[in-house]
């Protein structure tokens, strides 16, 4: 977008969240925000900035945008849906391959929805790994359109498979009938349809890179074992014409460890060795879950420069077991948090992922040590900004770096006394302070309002679309009660194979 003359904002006299200052008592400073971009930060700026907007700040708290590194706007309608289900079971309950072709009013409202959730809780981009069965460029284009109009910022990648779920997870084919096996599916599965899903995303991508700011293009496999290695490969060569960052789910549920052993003999059972194999080892490589990751491949993967994104909400909730988050951090693996599906985890909020992190290393390890709350902090900011190359443009409030940014109210309960905003922040905070969001040095929330989102329109258009969405849950839900205890079998027994580690905390053994 060309601007004739800059834009000028003041932050005036807020207190500065800075990763490498005081992260108890940040300093009390202003803010000059230029364009789309932090110009400087120091003290009595407001008063030299002729002309400039200034918001004052004072009692407030002025931090990053959060960078949510692992989400997916298909089920976002479906929140509260479901629990007490295993992630393979809930694949067949949730996501689109069980699902009839979603009308473009649905499409709309869910990724308003999420992304007017998000705004609320501070969170300035979203890494969506978008499934759209059966593909219709209408919909990605539609999809694109509604970022833009929002401003939020976001990484967007088109997530696909190319192999059927049937003979990737274990005991499937084993333990569900004949008559049930046509129906199941996995993330992405395009059940048998002959298709070019990876064309898909070419082409999505050579028609849409450019098409505004804040859309940053990534490459979405859903999962090692669900793709074949040739579609792999030609992700890899794809990432490197053109430095795309590449996200996929990874080691997500004890299922995919076993899957990986059966699977992947000619890796030695292990899926970073597979994912060398094809050439996607690298950089540019973020791997969603990452729980039941063996203490070699953890070593491979940081010394590739790969990273990972954790999800506990999500990894709880679907019995995934716990990350060993205490070795990604001795081993300085690149950190980033995600929520993941809002029919999971159920909330766009970075705020309780990076408490859950916190938490959780302290019981996956009886010593005391990190990851602390300031940590968690830079994790949920710079360290998703990481994942799509983007940590010296996003992720900090430092001159040079582009204006995303919450203004929180320090006032509010979380903050009295303020002690530590690091650690209020992480372990008080639920969002509920966040009075104003600011991407791309424009108000995406002003006091509470959401600036580009008519919140009114939206809730009548959920009254609109919700009948038909949970009329088709309702089919799902009563097709899959049938294969319920078949797909529970498969999963018992994915639990009998010994893969020499676990991931679940306090799990008794006679
Ligand atoms: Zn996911």
Redesign the pocket.
Known sequence: MARATLKRTVIAGGQVYDHDGDTDQPAVADILIEGDKIARIGKGLARRAAGARIVDAAGKLVIPGFVNA?Y?SHDVLLRGSFENLPTEIWFMYALPPSYPKRSKREVRARTLLAAAEAIRNGITTLQD?LTILPFDPEHLDLVLDTYAEVGLRVVFALQFADLRALDRVPYWRECVPKKFQDKLVAAADTSGVKVDPMGNVEAAYRANKDRHPRLHWALGPTNPAMCSPASLARVAAFSDEHGLPVYT?FYQSRAEAVAARRLMTKSEGSLAAFLKSVGLLNRRLTL?HSIWVAPDEINEITNAGAGVVL?IA?NMKSKGGIPPIREYVAAGTRIALGS??SACSDAQNMFQQMKLLASMAAVSDPEPGPPSAADALRYATLGGAATAGLDHTIGALKPGMKADLSILDLSASSFLPLNSAARQLVFTEGGGSVESVMVDGEFVMWKRKLTTIDEAALKAELKAVMPVLRRDAAQVAARNAKILPHLLEAHRRSWSDDLGMDRYVGRYRS
């Open positions: 692992h997916h790994m789910h969603a999800n999500s993941d599906n």
